[in-house]
Antibody, heavy 120, light 113 residues
């Protein structure tokens, strides 16, 4: 079964850091571009960051540029999101998702999400 | 880059058809045939319902269909059923001066009366 499973969320103070992981299974992870999408409480979906299949290209939303770093370990079938200088506005459920083959067009598989709460 | 504009809510009776609009610009919806739609039930992950404007993934009901005209895309749900009650988000590939890859819509809550 194709599956994505996020972990690493939790409560962190403003200014703190957190590292999210997304374990992939059921497909050849190294042949897919991946992304992180977040959803604040009661809010809509927001694209956060994307990484190409070989880590050669990374992209970030304006709201996280300079604070978040996306990476992947194809040998471990795992996607990461390193989050620094967190603010209350970063409070959200963070989903990892897989791009369908061919380009950065749409997301065909989603994880269940991990909740990040930034609060003092 | 602003979010794509969707109506906050749409409702219909069981068996009826409803349409959700998704309005963007020539830098996203109007510029590419890469509009997708996602269904999200409360507390659940989004699920892909439509991709590339009007294509359905395997397993998605034929009651869901998509279209696009200019800068506005639409999702139509025919024969509305109770299980269709959920939030729906459109998304488009985007390319602007403020670089962004994918932009989502504001979301529409569908209520089955």
């Amino acid at each position: 079964e194709v599956q994505l499973l996020e972990s690493g969320g939790g409560l962190v103070q403003p200014g703190g850091s957190l590292r999210l992981s997304c374990a992939a299974s059921g497909f050849t992870f190294s042949t897919y571009a991946m992304t992180w999408v977040r959803q604040g409480p009661g809010k809509g979906l927001e694209w956060v960051s994307t990484i190409s299949l070989n880590s050669g290209d990374t992209y970030y939303a304006d709201s996280v540029t300079g604070r978040f770093t996306i990476s992947r370990d194809n040998s471990e079938n795992t996607l990461f999101l390193e989050m620094n200088s967190l603010s209350v506005d970063d409070t959200a459920v963070y989903y990892c998702a897989r791009y369908a083959p061919g380009g950065y067009w749409y997301f065909d598989i989603w994880g269940r999400g991990t909740l990040v709460t930034v609060s003092s | 880059q602003s979010a794509l504009t969707q109506p906050a809510s749409v409702s219909g009776s069981a068996g009826q058809s409803i349409t959700i609009s998704c309005t963007g610009t020539s830098s996203d919806v109007g510029g590419y045939n890469h509009v997708s739609w996602y269904q999200q039930h409360p507390g659940k992950a989004p699920k892909l319902m439509i991709y590339d404007v009007n294509k359905r993934p395997s397993g998605v009901s034929h009651r869901f269909s998509g279209s696009k005209s200019g800068n506005t895309a639409s999702l139509t749900i025919s024969g509305l059923q109770a299980e269709d009650e959920a939030d729906y988000y459109c998304s488009s590939y985007a390319s602007t001066s403020i670089f962004i890859l994918n932009v989502f819509g504001t979301g529409t809550k569908v209520t089955v009366l």
